[in-house]
């Protein structure tokens, strides 16, 4: 999929660094400028607008967990099971809060394990079919393991592929003309 993305990005005119740095910043009459350091040299990158995305981090620091026994990670998430519960009796977190998805149906899907459990279901997230959608253009999206993921499992891999190009949403050019 990421392949498929830096395709699309660089089809929309996007130049995309990998292994660059940020050193400095500023503004211009124009926009902004934005300096890098790649392959052990400066160079400089001019644009309208700048984009800083640096992932997500939960909000555990801000709501009193430190007045109670519940325990979080190094990196803020609240430790969970496999139904949610945290390490105090009759409380759960879902969530971007627990680091177990970071996705609106990943929180969703946490309060369905939540509410199974209750009644006595197995749902539980390590039972969780991953899937992913990517609201690009065209939309791009998986279901279940990744192909290292199912590698990594020792079974047999039976892998498909289907070119972007075979597929109309994702064609640059008019199916028909009128």
């Excluded at 999206?141 to 290292?148: A, L, P």
């Amino acid at each position: 999929m990421a392949s498929a993305i830096k395709d699309i990005l660089e089809d929309e005119g996007i130049n995309i660094l990998f292994g660059a740095s940020a050193k400095a910043v500023s503004r211009t009459d124009n926009g902004i400028a934005l300096t890098i350091e790649k392959d052990g040299s400066e160079q400089n990158i001019e644009g309208s607008d700048l984009l800083v995305a640096i992932g997500r981090l939960p909000n555990s620091d801000s709501i009193g967990l430190e007045n109670t026994s519940i325990k979080s990670n190094s990196r803020g998430y609240i430790q969970v099971d496999d139904y949610c519960r945290t390490s105090v009796d009759g409380v759960v977190a879902l969530g971007d809060v627990n680091g177990e998805g970071a996705f609106t149906h990943t929180s969703v899907n946490d309060a369905e394990i939540v509410l199974d459990h209750l009644f006595g279901g197995e749902r539980a997230i390590s039972k969780r079919i991953p899937i992913y959608g990517l609201f690009t253009d065209p939309p791009l999206g998986r279901v279940g393991m990744s192909e290292k993921e199912a590698l990594a499992t020792g079974k047999k891999v039976l892998k498909a592929t289907y070119p972007l190009s075979k597929i109309g949403r994702a064609n640059r050019v008019k199916c028909f003309t009128m």
